[in-house]
């Protein structure tokens, strides 16, 4: 009887098993793309795409600070599901240089999904090591009244180092020789200025190459360097006037066009020797390393052929000897929110309610608007106040304070009922503000009816919809009463005045 038993459980028990292995498959969810791989930008939405649709089509679009994936080191920013199957992350400041990072996707993820696992939840990535990115040589007189000149190198990294910690492992050996230099720099930088203390040069080209030891390691970074930074210069001859470099960037509302030269230039007219085509009016700023041309004329979606004529002149003594010809092009320009005068909060309730903002290459923005209560206006003004939209699941607000050991800020939230509340929200097309010079009009007046009480102090945020970090913000105050404190040595004077008349308030 016992085999009879037996051998009847046998395929009942293979059965069983197969129908739990083939469920637990059928449960499993797994990550089908992620850009959250290798090497990531230290600005940049991370991406996870499953292969099963897990979020409902009513709730995408919305930022969420459910912690759906937690990251180690810590990043602050927030989720927002761009279907059923992709989820981003936009963090709200930059990732720490030369770090690895390790991203485990939670269960959270499955929430509203008949899922009950994540295949392959451990995802690592990293930011780009500590890089020399550009090493520059110009002639700079040292001592203007004996008339003494020096090789000056700018080095330029990818990240903010510690110039003492440059300092010990940086060498350089000019035809072979160990050569003395100077660090012009203090503290942390990521363009860091040396000299060669006694070099005598002849009307010759001399090759020199610069050596950083190993274990050199960025600010606030994570990983040190696991080799030498090693480079060859060429160090030009004093008496001739080369162009090293020429760089162009913009910022939406004006352009700049960087020159290099293998020595300073001297204060003759600039742009007697400079043309551009077509024509454009600037103003020179001189640099160490050049020269710097400034003007908001320039078209960020133009294109400038330039000439640089012979003839040019260096502090030194060079002298450029052949026309440089050359071509400049802005590309495109990064997103950027910022207020164009954060300095003044004063709204007269009887006024146009306008305030001016920067928006550049960011289509759609969100207007988020908070009441700040009155007994919360000192947290406020000293931690800074970052609102979480009323489309969240948590809107609790958010007061920053500077860890000064970690070396980044550290977010705590505290209830909207001391801190103050969202009371509105609404996108906006960039192209429906209207224009004013380089910006755009913001009329807080027209969301008066929306507003609980037309007084007070309020906290205007804008952001861009799509990348968390890009955003700006501001208190304005909706006041007929205009105030002006001045600290004294013992005293402290407020001076109270009416917006609707030039009389001043007793009291």
């Given at each position: 009887?016992?085999?009879?038993?037996?051998l009847?459980?046998?395929?009942?028990?293979?059965?069983?098993?197969?129908?739990?292995?083939?469920?637990?498959?059928?449960?499993?969810?797994?990550?089908?793309?992620?850009?959250?791989?290798?090497?990531?930008?230290?600005?940049?939405?991370?991406?996870?795409?499953?292969?099963?649709?897990?979020?409902?089509?009513?709730?995408?679009?919305?930022?969420?600070?459910?912690?759906?994936?937690?990251f180690?080191?810590?990043?602050?920013?927030?989720?927002?599901w761009?279907?059923?199957?992709?989820?981003?992350?936009?963090p709200?400041?930059?990732?720490?240089?030369?770090?690895?990072?390790?991203?485990?996707?939670?269960?959270?993820?499955?929430?509203?999904?008949?899922?009950?696992?994540?295949?392959?939840?451990?995802?690592?990535?990293?930011?780009?090591?500590?890089?020399?990115?550009?090493?520059?040589?110009?002639?700079?007189l040292?001592d203007?009244?004996?008339?003494?000149?020096?090789?000056?190198?700018?080095?330029?990294?990818?990240?903010p180092?510690?110039?003492?910690?440059?300092?010990?492992?940086?060498?350089?050996?000019?035809?072979?020789?160990?050569?003395?230099?100077?660090?012009?720099?203090?503290?942390?930088?990521?363009?860091?200025?040396?000299?060669l203390?006694?070099?005598?040069?002849?009307?010759?080209?001399?090759?020199?190459?610069?050596?950083?030891?190993k274990?050199?390691?960025?600010?606030?970074?994570?990983?040190?360097?696991?080799?030498?930074?090693?480079?060859?210069?060429?160090?030009?001859?004093?008496y001739?006037?080369?162009?090293?470099?020429?760089?162009?960037?913009?910022?939406?509302?004006?352009?700049?066009?960087?020159?290099?030269?293998?020595q300073?230039?001297?204060?003759?007219?600039i742009?007697?020797?400079?043309?551009?085509?077509?024509?454009?009016?600037?103003?020179?700023?001189?640099?160490?390393?050049?020269?710097?041309?400034?003007?908001?004329?320039?078209?960020?979606?133009?294109?400038?052929?330039?000439?640089?004529?012979?003839?040019?002149?260096?502090?030194?003594?060079?002298?450029?000897?052949?026309?440089?010809?050359?071509?400049?092009?802005?590309?495109?320009?990064?997103?950027?929110?910022?207020?164009?005068?954060?300095?003044a909060?004063?709204?007269?309730?009887?006024?146009?309610?306008?305030?001016?903002?920067?928006?550049?290459?960011?289509?759609?923005?969100?207007?988020?608007?908070?009441?700040?209560?009155?007994?919360?206006?000192?947290?406020?003004?000293?931690?800074g106040?970052?609102?979480?939209?009323?489309?969240?699941?948590n809107?609790?607000?958010?007061?920053?304070?500077?860890?000064?050991?970690?070396?980044?800020?550290?977010?705590?939230?505290?209830?909207?009922d001391?801190?103050?509340?969202?009371?509105?929200?609404?996108?906006?097309?960039?192209?429906s503000?209207?224009?004013?010079?380089?910006?755009?009009?913001?009329?807080?007046?027209?969301?008066?009816?929306r507003?609980?009480?037309?007084?007070?102090?309020?906290?205007?945020?804008?952001r861009?919809?799509?990348?968390?970090?890009?955003?700006?913000?501001?208190?304005?105050?909706?006041?007929?009463?205009?105030?002006?404190?001045?600290?004294?040595?013992?005293?402290?004077?407020?001076?109270?005045?009416?917006?609707?008349?030039?009389?001043?308030?007793?009291?």
């Open positions: 009887m016992r085999n009879k038993y037996f009847a459980a046998i395929p009942i028990t293979i059965g069983m098993i197969a129908i739990f292995l083939s469920s637990c498959k059928r449960n499993y969810v797994a990550l089908d793309y992620t850009n959250a791989k290798g090497e990531v930008a230290q600005l940049s939405n991370l991406v996870f795409r499953f292969n099963k649709s897990l979020y409902p089509d009513s709730l995408i679009n919305n930022w969420d600070s459910t912690d759906y994936i937690s180690e080191p810590k990043i602050n920013g927030r989720f927002r761009n279907g059923p199957d992709e989820l981003v992350f936009s709200d400041q930059p990732l720490l240089p030369a770090t690895n990072y390790k991203a485990t996707i939670k269960d959270e993820v499955l929430r509203y999904s008949k899922f009950n696992n994540v295949k392959d939840d451990k995802i690592n990535f990293y930011t780009s090591p500590l890089q020399l990115d550009d090493a520059q040589v110009t002639w700079v040292a203007e009244s004996r008339h003494l000149a020096v090789p000056q190198i700018n080095l330029r990294f990818n990240y180092v510690k110039v003492d910690d440059l300092k010990d492992k940086f060498r350089i050996d000019v035809e072979g020789v160990k050569t003395d230099f100077s660090i012009q720099n203090i503290g942390t930088t990521n363009a860091v200025t040396i000299r203390n006694g070099f005598k040069g002849e009307d010759k080209n001399y090759e020199a190459e610069i050596s950083i030891d274990g050199l390691k960025p600010e606030k970074g994570g990983n040190s360097t696991k080799d030498p930074i090693k480079t060859i210069l060429s160090i030009p001859s004093p001739v006037l080369n162009v090293n470099n020429v760089e162009s960037e913009h910022d939406g509302t004006e352009g700049l066009v960087h020159i290099y030269t293998s300073q230039l001297s204060g003759q007219t742009s007697s020797f400079i043309k551009f085509s077509p024509a454009v009016s600037y103003t020179v700023q001189y640099e160490d390393y050049g020269v710097t041309l400034r003007s908001d004329k320039f078209d960020s979606e133009n294109s400038y052929t330039f000439t640089i004529n012979k003839g040019l002149r260096g502090t030194v003594g060079g002298i450029l000897k052949e026309e440089y010809n050359g071509s400049i092009a802005f590309g495109q320009l990064e997103s950027d929110i910022k207020f164009t005068n954060n300095k909060i004063y709204l007269s309730k009887k006024g146009g309610g306008n305030i001016e903002v920067r928006i550049t290459n960011t289509p759609k923005v969100k207007l988020v608007i908070s009441k700040i209560y009155e007994n919360n206006l000192l947290m406020a003004d000293r931690y106040y970052d609102p979480q939209d009323n489309d969240e699941e809107s609790d607000a958010q007061y920053a304070s500077y860890n000064e050991e970690e070396g980044n800020y550290e977010y705590r939230g505290y209830s909207n001391l801190a103050g509340d969202v009371i509105y929200t609404k996108e906006i097309d960039t192209r503000l209207p224009k004013s010079g380089s910006g755009r009009l913001l009329n807080i007046s027209q969301f008066e009816d507003l609980p009480d037309v007084k007070g102090i309020y906290h205007v945020m804008i861009s919809t799509n990348d968390y970090w890009i955003r700006d913000s501001r208190f304005i105050s909706f006041s007929d009463i205009g105030l002006i404190a001045k600290q004294g040595q013992d005293k402290l004077f407020v001076f109270a005045n009416s917006l609707k008349t030039a009389n001043g308030i007793e009291g």
